[in-house]
């Protein structure tokens, strides 16, 4: 792969919290290609809210501790450049909706705009990039309201519509929708698929098995600060190891338990077809 | 209480429409000069000139409302302890039974009553009339850093969520079974177990927001576009200097025997 | 409406509609808004009913202090970081107990089975909010355990949780029916309600739109799409396939064999 | 210079985030002591506890504009006061700075000093705005009977002041260190912000450009 069509690479990347006495990931090697989507799952303390820090820059330059190996995002080492710097190209977004959103906006527009004020964007600009950014996720008909009046869903859509209107070629979601209801959750998926469709890079942990297979093409399954696979959704949870400690959608299970030879299914589409085929 | 907190009410007057530093001249500069003038006659002349203001403001009744339940507690106490009690108290005014009042007490209660009443009207003549988000905004557009604008535009957002989120724990508390009703020493015991749950989780939100100010560009070193201009005029910019001019005049004044 | 359980709860929000709910797992389900946490506040007390009576194991609750409730309720709240204080998970789960004026033997025997059936040994010494959400919750399902009350009920427990958690959470809610227990559990997590909790109440506006065996729950398609839920994956699976009334994975494997 | 050290701290983005939230706490603490019914203010536990973590700037801004929000929305009086805050943050941020909050005798000088900042500061606002009164009952009971019987003004109203500081920072210098020990002891090295040169571990660095 050339080197210029990727967006995030790990190499032997280790990290170490400050005063913890446990790798919080150990030498894990990845390399994400430019509008790639990719899903990361696994128990627990696996290391994926790290994985995201890291990626962001977060650890080491926010948390401290120790870094060994290289990340290197959109081809810049993220030891050379610090999280503000980072801002204009890279998004994250954490699980909770609350804590994102500044606080220090009375209206939804204004709080899209936040980022690129810090930025030093003009007027006109912000306002464009606002518009577009909340037309995006869905939410231009909201533009008036106070931030704090939104239900959890609608909040999330706005902190993500504060992250595109960075214009980011690189998505990174920490359990997105882990604190949402069914619409909420329906809903930001909606906007990652069309982002995903516009070209700009995703990776996005997720608990939510069946909803990892359904959206992305590819996973990355962690255990306790490894990656123990790595592929499309139907290679990794075929795998015994990952469906021992990560556990497996529910159609894969079924498959199994119904006496199904494998490769066993991971979507409903593919489960209704090999189970279809059996009854007929 | 979602919507922030905040006095002010949408409003179309002269001083709805003024320049906040203007507002806030005028503010400090009556509050200064009502501490500064040296009897009753001059202190409810600016009384009058705020109320007038008030009244032009179309914020009177809501003034009325809210500065009738700070003043009144406020002057009873003043007048009933300085009335009796006071170092130059030399004039009987009345007395009740062994209490007796004196007029240089009265005088002297009646006269800071007054020019707490100047602070009171002042204060909210500003705080009607002004959008919270609008001084800080006026604020760093003349230097006040970045930083230091989030601070207190975020403090008006957080402080309303943090009290709704003091009545959801102590909703979560009382579940569990704590009393939060009862003797003195058990409701004291009950604050901890209701104000521990906030701190704490208030801190945590503290890191993540930390995080996602800085994913979103917080604190870089660029030169901030305003977000918007306030409506300003020469006339305005002469009155502020007035204003402000008029504080050090007023103390020279009442240096040089102003009576 | 009318919401009881055997010897039991009683709720009338609204009089002259009556819902009774026999003993065992509940799943209380709906779309935001729909009255699932104002129904749940009932129960305890920090709500009091406009109008009718509400009864939680033979005790009116409008005529006892919500503190004193907590005997008989154990109440889990969706967010743990609204309750958790002390400075270590053994502290913070015998709180409950504590104030409650337990036993010691009492307190000690309901905090070891609590923090056991959390996946909490072990950790008993380590500040809750050292742990990740996930464990926080744990923490306060703990101790809404330990009191080892009546009635149990769960706001959206499985809610960030991974898959072993979510497994524990059917082993729990299992031993706690086996234990003589009602639980409520409070979710938008279909698929853990047709695991884990063999009956349901549908809210959707205000009113209870469903209430029994939830392998029915999910056969009346606008009722399901009006209270915004998602069916479990199981039932949809089963659908197109031609199966009828397949809600957990046990369901569709007997039916699938025969 | 020893006591300048404290005020030269990293004013990372966690310090600014940590202000507001401060700020918060004063009102929460005033909220629910008044939800209790307790006769206390307890209103700048965050001022302290911001002090007490982050030092001196976070303390003292944080009290200061708790203050001017107050004067701005429920008691336009608390304006002038806002000093008084800014002092009292300051004090607790340079006794964290020395660690007086982790030993029983730094505890005393701790609350000592914030009564003493609280009750000298306030009495010549006192005597300027209420000729001398206090505002709370008790206390002026104590100033009435104080002046009649001949102790000059000034000196009654000190005492009118102390009478109502003496059991409120108390409380509220013991519910702030109550609290500072309750937080885990990752988020007490978190926000600590000062550049010690040895002995404590150097806190998380901020990202900085």
Same mark, same amino acid.
């Given at each position: 792969?050339?080197?210029?069509?990727?967006?995030?690479?790990?190499?032997?990347?280790?990290?170490?919290?400050?005063?913890?006495?446990?790798?919080?990931?150990?030498?894990?090697?990845?390399?994400?290609?430019?509008?790639?989507?990719?899903?990361?799952?696994?128990?627990?303390?696996?290391?994926?809210?790290?994985?995201?820090?890291?990626?962001?820059?977060?650890?080491?330059?926010?948390?401290?501790?120790?870094?060994?190996?290289?990340?290197v995002v959109l081809e810049k080492d993220s030891r050379e450049l610090s999280v503000i710097q980072r801002s204009a190209e890279v998004g994250l977004l954490f699980q909770n909706p609350f804590t994102q959103?500044?606080?220090?906006?009375?209206?939804?527009?204004?709080?899209?705009?936040?980022?690129?004020?810090?930025?030093?964007?003009?007027?006109?600009?912000?306002?464009?990039?606002?518009?577009?950014?909340?037309?995006?996720?869905?939410?231009?008909?909201?533009?008036? *309201?106070?931030?704090?009046?939104?239900?959890?869903?609608?909040?999330?859509?706005?902190?993500?519509?504060?992250?595109?209107?960075?214009?980011?070629?690189?998505?990174?979601?920490?359990?997105?929708?882990?604190?949402?209801?069914?619409?909420?959750?329906?809903?930001?998926?909606?906007?990652?698929?069309?982002?995903?469709?516009?070209?700009?890079?995703?990776?996005?942990?997720?608990?939510?098995?069946?909803?990892?297979?359904?959206?992305?093409?590819?996973?990355?399954?962690?255990?306790?600060?490894?990656?123990?696979?790595?592929?499309?959704?139907?290679?990794?949870?075929?795998?015994?190891?990952?469906?021992?400690?990560?556990?497996?959608?529910?159609?894969? *299970?079924?498959?199994?338990?119904?006496?199904?030879?494998?490769?066993?299914?991971?979507?409903?589409?593919?489960?209704?077809?090999?189970?279809?085929?059996?009854?007929? | 209480?979602?919507?922030?907190?905040?006095?002010?009410?949408?409003?179309?007057?002269?001083?709805?429409?003024?320049?906040?530093?203007?507002?806030?001249?005028?503010?400090?500069?009556?509050?200064?000069?009502?501490?500064?003038?040296?009897?009753?006659?001059?202190?409810?002349?600016?009384?009058?000139?705020?109320?007038?203001?008030?009244?032009?403001?179309?914020?009177?009744?809501?003034?009325?409302?809210?500065?009738?339940?700070?003043?009144?507690?406020?002057?009873?106490?003043?007048?009933?302890?300085?009335?009796?009690?006071?170092?130059?108290?030399?004039?009987?005014?009345?007395?009740?039974?062994?209490?007796?009042?004196?007029?240089?007490?009265?005088?002297?209660?009646?006269?800071?009553?007054?020019?707490?009443?100047?602070?009171?009207?002042?204060?909210?003549?500003?705080?009607?009339?002004?959008?919270?988000?609008?001084?800080?905004?006026?604020?760093?557009?003349?230097?006040?850093?970045?930083?230091?604008?989030?601070?207190?535009?975020?403090?008006?957002?957080?402080?309303?969520?943090?009290?709704?989120?003091?009545?959801?724990?102590?909703?979560?508390?009382?579940?569990?079974?704590?009393?939060?009703?009862?003797?003195?020493?058990?409701?004291?015991?009950?604050?901890?177990?209701?104000?521990?749950?906030?701190?704490?989780?208030?801190?945590?939100?503290?890191?993540?927001?930390?995080?996602?100010?800085?994913?979103?560009?917080?604190?870089?070193?660029?030169?901030?576009?305003?977000?918007?201009?306030?409506?300003?005029?020469?006339?305005?910019?002469?009155?502020?200097?007035?204003?402000?001019?008029?504080?050090?005049?007023?103390?020279?004044?009442?240096?040089?025997?102003?009576? | 409406?009318?919401?009881?359980?055997?010897?039991?709860?009683?709720?009338?929000?609204?009089?002259?509609?009556?819902?009774?709910?026999?003993?065992?797992?509940?799943?209380?389900?709906?779309?935001?808004?729909?009255?699932?946490?104002?129904?749940?506040?009932?129960?305890?007390?920090?709500?009091?009913?406009?109008?009718?009576?509400?009864?939680?194991?033979?005790?009116?609750?409008?005529?006892?202090?919500?503190?004193?409730?907590?005997?008989?309720?154990?109440?889990?709240?969706?967010?743990?970081?609204?309750?958790?204080?002390?400075?270590?998970?053994?502290?913070?789960?015998?709180?409950?107990?504590?104030?409650?004026?337990?036993?010691?033997?009492?307190?000690?025997?309901?905090?070891?089975?609590? +923090?056991?059936?959390?996946?909490?040994?072990?950790?008993?010494?380590?500040?809750?909010?050292?742990?990740?959400?996930?464990?926080?919750?744990?923490?306060?399902?703990?101790?809404? +355990?330990?009191?080892?009350?009546?009635?149990?009920?769960?706001?959206?427990?499985?809610?960030?949780?991974?898959?072993?958690?979510?497994?524990?959470?059917?082993?729990l809610v299992r031993e706690l029916d086996d234990r003589g227990r009602s639980v409520l559990v409070v979710t938008h997590d279909m698929d853990f309600v047709g695991e884990a909790c063999p009956t349901a109440?549908?809210?959707?506006?205000?009113?209870?739109?469903?209430?029994?065996?939830?392998?029915?729950?999910?056969?009346?398609?606008?009722?399901?799409?009006?209270?915004?839920?998602?069916?479990?994956?199981?039932?949809?699976?089963?659908?197109?396939?031609?199966?009828?009334?397949?809600?957990?994975?046990?369901?569709?494997?007997?039916?699938?064999?025969? | 210079?020893?006591?300048?050290?404290?005020?030269?701290?990293?004013?990372?983005?966690?310090?600014?985030?940590?202000?507001?939230?401060?700020?918060?706490?004063?009102?929460?603490?005033?909220?629910?002591?008044?939800?209790?019914?307790?006769?206390?203010?307890?209103?700048?536990?965050?001022?302290?506890?911001?002090?007490?973590?982050?030092?001196?700037?976070?303390?003292?801004?944080?009290?200061?504009?708790?203050?001017?929000?107050?004067?701005? !929305?429920?008691?336009?009086?608390?304006?002038?006061?806002?000093?008084?805050?800014?002092?009292?943050?300051?004090?607790?941020?340079?006794?964290?700075?020395?660690?007086?909050?982790? !030993?029983?005798?730094?505890?005393?000088?701790?609350?000592?000093?914030?009564?003493?900042?609280?009750?000298?500061?306030? !009495?010549?606002?006192?005597?300027?705005?209420?000729?001398?009164?206090?505002?709370?009952?008790?206390?002026?009971?104590?100033?009435?009977?104080?002046?009649?019987?001949?102790?000059? !003004?000034?000196?009654?109203?000190?005492?009118?002041?102390?009478?109502?500081?003496?059991?409120?920072?108390?409380?509220?210098?013991?519910?702030?260190?109550?609290?500072?020990?309750?937080?885990?002891?990752?988020?007490?090295?978190?926000?600590?912000?000062?550049?010690?040169?040895?002995?404590?571990?150097?806190?998380?660095?901020?990202?900085?450009?």
């Amino acid at each position: 792969m050339a080197l210029s069509s990727t967006s995030l690479v790990f190499e032997n990347v280790s990290y170490a919290y400050e005063e913890a006495a446990r790798e919080a990931v150990s030498d894990i090697s990845l390399s994400i290609a430019v509008g790639e989507w990719v899903g990361v799952t696994g128990p627990t303390n696996a290391g994926k809210s790290t994985l995201c820090l890291l990626a962001m820059g977060l650890a080491p330059h926010f948390f401290g501790g120790r870094l060994k190996g290289r990340v290197v995002v959109l081809e810049k080492d993220s030891r050379e450049l610090s999280v503000i710097q980072r801002s204009a190209e890279v998004g994250l977004l954490f699980q909770n909706p609350f804590t994102q959103i500044s606080g220090a906006r009375e209206r939804v527009d204004d709080e899209v705009g936040f980022g690129p004020e810090c930025h030093g964007v003009s007027r006109l600009e912000v306002a464009a990039r606002v518009e577009e950014a909340m037309a995006l996720v869905g939410i231009s008909q909201l533009a008036a *309201r106070h931030p704090m009046d939104l239900s959890g869903g609608q909040l999330q859509r706005l902190a993500l519509a504060g992250l595109l209107a960075m214009r980011p070629k690189l998505l990174l979601l920490d359990e997105p929708t882990s604190q949402l209801d069914p619409a909420g959750t329906a809903a930001i998926f909606d906007v990652l698929a069309g982002l995903h469709a516009s070209g700009i890079t995703i990776v996005m942990v997720e608990h939510r098995l069946e909803t990892l297979c359904e959206l992305c093409p590819r996973v990355v399954a962690m255990v306790a600060g490894r990656i123990i696979a790595d592929g499309p959704p139907d290679d990794v949870f075929n795998r015994e190891a990952v469906q021992l400690r990560v556990g497996s959608p529910v159609f894969t *299970r079924l498959a199994r338990e119904a006496g199904l030879s494998p490769p066993w299914p991971v979507r409903l589409r593919d489960a209704t077809a090999v189970f279809g085929r059996r009854l007929a | 209480m979602a919507g922030g907190l905040s006095l002010y009410a949408e409003g179309k007057s002269l001083l709805h429409r003024a320049h906040p530093l203007t507002k806030g001249a005028l503010t400090l500069s009556a509050i200064a000069i009502a501490f500064i003038a040296p009897s009753i006659g001059w202190v409810l002349g600016i009384g009058v000139i705020l109320l007038v203001l008030v009244t032009a403001a179309g914020v009177l009744r809501r003034l009325l409302a809210v500065a009738a339940a700070i003043l009144l507690p406020i002057t009873l106490l003043l007048l009933a302890v300085q009335g009796f009690a006071n170092a130059n108290n030399r004039t009987v005014a009345f007395a009740l039974g062994p209490i007796v009042y004196y007029r240089e007490g009265l005088a002297i209660a009646a006269l800071a009553a007054l020019r707490i009443a100047c602070l009171v009207c002042a204060t909210f003549l500003f705080s009607f009339t002004t959008r919270p988000a609008d001084i800080s905004e006026a604020l760093m557009q003349r230097g006040l850093s970045t930083r230091m604008g989030y601070v207190v535009q975020s403090a008006l957002q957080i402080i309303p969520q943090t009290l709704d989120m003091a009545g959801r724990i102590q909703d979560a508390q009382r579940a569990r079974g704590l009393e939060t009703e009862g003797s003195l020493p058990r409701r004291a015991r009950a604050y901890l177990p209701l104000m521990l749950p906030l701190v704490l989780s208030s801190l945590v939100a503290t890191q993540e927001r930390a995080m996602a100010l800085e994913v979103r560009g917080f604190g870089l070193p660029v030169k901030r576009v305003a977000r918007f201009e306030f409506a300003d005029s020469p006339l305005q910019r002469v009155l502020r200097w007035v204003l402000i001019g008029a504080v050090p005049a007023a103390i020279a004044a009442r240096l040089a025997g102003w009576r | 409406m009318r919401f009881a359980y055997p010897g039991g709860v009683e709720v009338y929000p609204e009089p002259g509609l009556t819902l009774t709910l026999g003993s065992g797992v509940t799943a209380l389900v709906g779309e935001n808004g729909a009255g699932k946490t104002t129904l749940t506040k009932l129960l305890i007390g920090l709500l009091r009913p406009s109008a009718g009576s509400v009864t939680v194991a033979g005790l009116e609750v409008a005529k006892i202090t919500v503190a004193a409730m907590a005997r008989t309720v154990g109440y889990s709240f969706q967010n743990p970081d609204d309750q958790l204080f002390e400075r270590t998970v053994q502290a913070e789960v015998s709180f409950g107990p504590r104030v409650l004026r337990r036993s010691a033997e009492g307190i000690e025997r309901g905090v070891a089975w609590a +923090l056991r059936a959390c996946g909490l040994e072990g950790k008993e010494d380590v500040h809750p909010h050292d742990l990740g959400l996930s464990e926080r919750k744990w923490v306060a399902i703990a101790s809404a +355990l330990a009191g080892e009350p009546a009635v149990v009920v769960l706001d959206e427990p499985t809610l960030g949780q991974d898959y072993p958690s979510r497994e524990r959470l059917r082993s729990l809610v299992r031993e706690l029916d086996d234990r003589g227990r009602s639980v409520l559990v409070v979710t938008h997590d279909m698929d853990f309600v047709g695991e884990a909790c063999p009956t349901a109440v549908v809210l959707s506006h205000g009113r209870v739109r469903y209430s029994g065996p939830t392998s029915k729950a999910f056969a009346d398609h606008s009722v399901i799409q009006e209270a915004g839920l998602e069916p479990p994956h199981v039932d949809s699976l089963a659908r197109m396939l031609g199966l009828s009334e397949c809600v957990s994975e046990a369901d569709f494997l007997s039916a699938w064999r025969r | 210079m020893g006591i300048l050290n404290a005020f030269k701290v990293r004013m990372n983005t966690l310090a600014i985030v940590l202000i507001p939230v401060c700020i918060a706490i004063d009102w929460a603490g005033h909220a629910v002591a008044s939800t209790l019914k307790l006769p206390l203010f307890l209103d700048s536990i965050g001022t302290v506890l911001g002090g007490l973590l982050a030092g001196p700037w976070v303390g003292g801004i944080a009290g200061l504009i708790t203050n001017f929000i107050s004067s701005g !929305t429920v008691d336009p009086i608390a304006a002038p006061y806002s000093i008084i805050s800014l002092a009292i943050g300051i004090a607790a941020g340079i006794g964290g700075y020395y660690g007086w909050h982790k !030993t029983w005798p730094g505890r005393i000088a701790l609350y000592v000093l914030i009564v003493l900042v609280a009750s000298i500061g306030s !009495t010549p606002l006192n005597i300027n705005l209420y000729a001398g009164q206090s505002g709370v009952p008790l206390g002026d009971a104590v100033y009435a009977s104080l002046v009649k019987s001949g102790w000059p !003004t000034w000196l009654a109203a000190y005492i009118d002041e102390a009478t109502g500081d003496i059991p409120d920072k108390l409380i509220t210098v013991v519910v702030a260190t109550l609290i500072y020990f309750g937080l885990p002891n990752r988020y007490r090295a978190l926000f600590s912000v000062w550049r010690r040169q040895s002995g404590e571990p150097e806190p998380a660095p901020a990202s900085s450009v």
